[in-house]
């Protein structure tokens, strides 16, 4: 299969997954987000996945903004579910997924790189749930996947003040786990899915789904929740103004 702007190539046993938008820094527009999911259907008998976004500047710098300001809350929920279908999709890949961040990674960007099981940035790399100046919180799994990985007190201040992180202090924080120079990551992420890609395939499997089992109980129920409250907050006042304010390229005056 082809997309227009999402990206499947295979080396060997490794597939890579490339946003391919970056006119739009890469931003996941709703026919992005639907290509994203074939191709990781596509992609399902690698035995490692790199996951990762085209040009200089961007990993995936959210989800495409112009298009969500005027949803309604019922078509706000459709594109929370699409986006979750995504990043579950992704959490339970059956091989292991890295995420190449190589450039911005905020918003929906920042979560596709939390679903992912490891997170190797380039020195470029900026990475932060942006959400709260749209008006609107993380809706595809930030909020529950974000704490789990740097904790509560880190993950509320990300949140509530929609800071971002450079990659030095991402690695710092632990929201990446390895940093490399920015000319180096493709070649560095290459070798490593390599290696997942040599390890015992159903042994590596087994892995994966055990170490995902530790939060199975209480995962499901928090990214239902955040899904409704997320939908929710489509229409209101502040909503409307933090993205008609991005569109228009202006600081919002919330009320």
């Known amino acids: 299969m082809s997309w227009e702007t999402i990206g499947l190539e295979w080396d060997g046993d490794v597939a890579t997954i490339t946003v391919d938008r970056p006119d739009r820094l890469n931003a996941m527009n709703v026919e992005t987000l639907e290509a994203l999911e074939e191709a990781l259907s596509e992609a399902r008998d690698a035995r490692a996945l790199v996951l990762t976004g085209a040009g ?3 990993f995936v710098a959210g989800a495409d903004i112009g298009y ?12 929370a579910e699409l986006g979750h279908r995504v990043t579950d999709a992704i959490e339970t890949f059956p091989a292991p997924v890295i995420a190449a961040i190589n450039g911005y990674a905020f918003g929906g ?15 470029r790399a900026m990475l932060g749930q942006t959400e709260i100046d749209l008006g609107i919180v993380p809706g595809w799994g930030g909020t ?7 904790g509560d007190e880190l ?8 800071e971002r992180l450079d990659a030095q202090d991402a690695h ?4 990446v786990g390895e940093l490399v120079a920015h000319d180096e990551l493709d070649s560095h992420v290459a070798e490593m899915a390599a290696e997942l890609a040599a390890k015992p395939k159903y042994a590596l499997q087994a892995a994966k789904e055990s170490l995902n089992q530790v939060h199975e109980s209480d995962q499901s129920d928090g990214l239902t929740y955040e899904r409704r409250l997320w939908s929710g907050l489509f229409g209101t006042a502040d909503q409307h103004e933090g993205m008609t304010a991005f569109v228009e390229d202006r600081e919002p005056d919330f009320e």
Do not use: H, I, N, T
């Not at 529950?144 to 740097?150: A, D, P």
């Not at 710092?172 to 929201?175: A, C, I, K, N, T």
């Open 144 to 150: 529950q996947r974000l704490s789990r990985l740097v």
């Open 56 to 58: 200089e500047k961007a």
């Open 68 to 79: 969500m300001a005027d949803l309604s809350v019922p078509e706000a929920q459709a594109y």
């Open 109 to 123: 960007g920042c979560e596709l790189a939390l679903a992912a099981d490891l997170r190797v940035a380039s020195e």
């Open 172 to 175: 710092r924080f632990g929201l």
């Open 155 to 162: 993950a509320r201040r990300l949140v509530f003040f929609g």
